[in-house]
Structures are given as structure tokens and as C-alpha cells.
């Protein structure tokens, strides 16, 4: 894909994780939204009633822990409380890319 000519002097680009995750947030909020009023306007028979409250159910759970995974990216809430087992990196050593979050004693916060 060829480069579009820069207008400006060149900056690298810089990706805020935490509005990403806020984006994303409210993008599944929102369609947990959308099915709550599909279940309140529409005839639902008990086929689909159930589908409908679960996947709105996921929905609002992956909200809910998407905000708590930026709460804990800002330095508002201990990354140690977001653990289980399935994200378990306690005692990673592989020198993977991925990105780890731990508790630390002094944490960098952007202002904004």
C-alpha cells in the first residue's frame, strides 16, 4: 500500500490501549442495548427468549470486565483484582510480546 505524503513533519502514532478498550466497551454495551429493546418490542416465543437474555448477559459481562481491564490500565483499580485462571501469567519467563499487567509500587499515569 503506498504512503500517503505526510502534510505535517512526521510523529510516530500512538495508540491509546485505554481508549480502545473503552471503545470496544461500549460497542458491546451498546448492543446489549439493542437486544434488551428487541426483547421489550417484539414478540419473543421461548425459543428465542432464552438465546436473547444470555447473549445479552455475555454482553454486559464483557462491558463490565473490558472497563475494569482500562480501570486497571489508568492505575484505578489493582490489576491483581482482574485475576483468574485463565489469565494466569504469575510466572511467565517466555519473553513473549505480550502486554502484563502486575501490581507496582510506583505506577506512570498520563494525565489527561
Known sequence: MPRVPATRAERPRV????????????????????????????VLTDETLGPTIAARSVMYLASARLHDVGRALRGELPPASLWNESNDATNATDGSSDVLLGDSPKRNRRKR
Open 15 to 42: 495508540v491509546s490501549l485505554s481508549y480502545e478498550l473503552f471503545a470496544l466497551e461500549h460497542a458491546i454495551a451498546g448492543a446489549a442495548r439493542i437486544l434488551a429493546q428487541l426483547e421489550r418490542d417484539c
